[in-house]
């Protein structure tokens, strides 16, 4: 039972945690190249059990987010996790369009890799090693991949829409090779965070709630009802730094199994 649910708790972050990583570019400029360097930590009940390093190189043409995740203390009991990401999006006018989205893990000692492409007809190409299994997934109909973006695209253009507008709201069709669901962002206001932990943020924040609604790819089997789902179930907390900007401190995901939550590790907070 205890293994099952630490199985669910790792298909749920996975996914989530890409949305985290994007959030960090909030409040900078593109004019010019930068490269930064960031850790998170990720906890279940009172444990650490999760860490990823993420670097973000941006520019006015393009945005570069590679990130090494990895479980970490007691959650290797009962399996061990490490996984790879790399996104690329480019610059459009007034919003960001998906160029090359790639993961890669290892899971229970078996290797997973996705590629994915997009061509300049906003067509996406992709190679899944090994394909989606349909005797545990729904399939994921090709019909449904147009005028879709990676993960991480998408949120890049919620930042974007949080800087112009003030406002969270958006929605999006979201592929990342291996399923295929819609994403809606929405404005949950304003509030206050507390010092819980050593090093984390304390002050006004501005909050994001996250729902997902799978088209394929999703498990045959599952305890997941997304229409029963609420954006504040997932929540994304925006704070201002002693250095000015204004970039995510914090993320909270209510799930069946319990809470995650992923905090920032800087110096700078």
Request: net charge positive; with cysteine; hydrophobic share 35%.
């Amino acid at each position: 039972m205890i293994k099952k649910t630490y199985t669910q708790f790792q298909k749920y972050t996975y996914i989530y945690f890409t949305f985290v990583l994007t959030f960090l570019l909030l409040g900078k400029s593109y004019a010019y190249e930068a490269k930064e360097d960031y850790l998170f930590e990720v906890q279940f009940g009172n444990l650490i059990v999760g860490k990823a390093e993420v670097s973000v190189i941006s520019d006015e043409k393009k945005i570069i987010v590679k990130a090494k995740t990895r479980t970490a203390g007691f959650l290797n009991t009962f399996y061990e996790y490490q996984g790879e990401l790399i996104s690329i999006s480019q610059e459009n006018k007034e919003f960001w369009k998906p160029y090359k989205f790639t993961t890669k893990g290892l899971f229970n000692n078996k290797n997973r890799y996705s590629n994915l492409t997009w061509g300049p007809d906003k067509s996406v190409s992709y190679k899944l090693d090994p394909v989606l299994d349909l005797k545990e997934v729904h399939r994921i109909d090709k019909s449904s991949l147009i005028n879709v973006m990676d993960p991480l695209t998408s949120i890049i253009n919620v930042i974007e829409n949080i800087k112009n507008k003030k406002s969270c709201d958006q929605n999006f069709k979201i592929f990342d090779g291996r399923r295929r669901y819609d994403l809606k962002i929405k404005s949950l206001g304003e509030g206050i965070l507390k010092n819980d932990r050593p090093k984390s943020f304390s002050g006004d924040v501005i909050i994001c709630g996250l729902r997902m609604f799978p088209i394929g790819g999703h498990r045959l089997k599952s305890k997941w009802k997304p229409e029963e789902d609420k954006f504040s179930d997932f929540k994304v907390f925006f704070g201002t730094t002693s250095s000015g900007l204004l970039f995510p401190v914090r993320m909270n995901l209510e799930r069946w199994f319990g809470t995650v939550v992923v905090r920032l590790v800087s110096k700078d907070i």
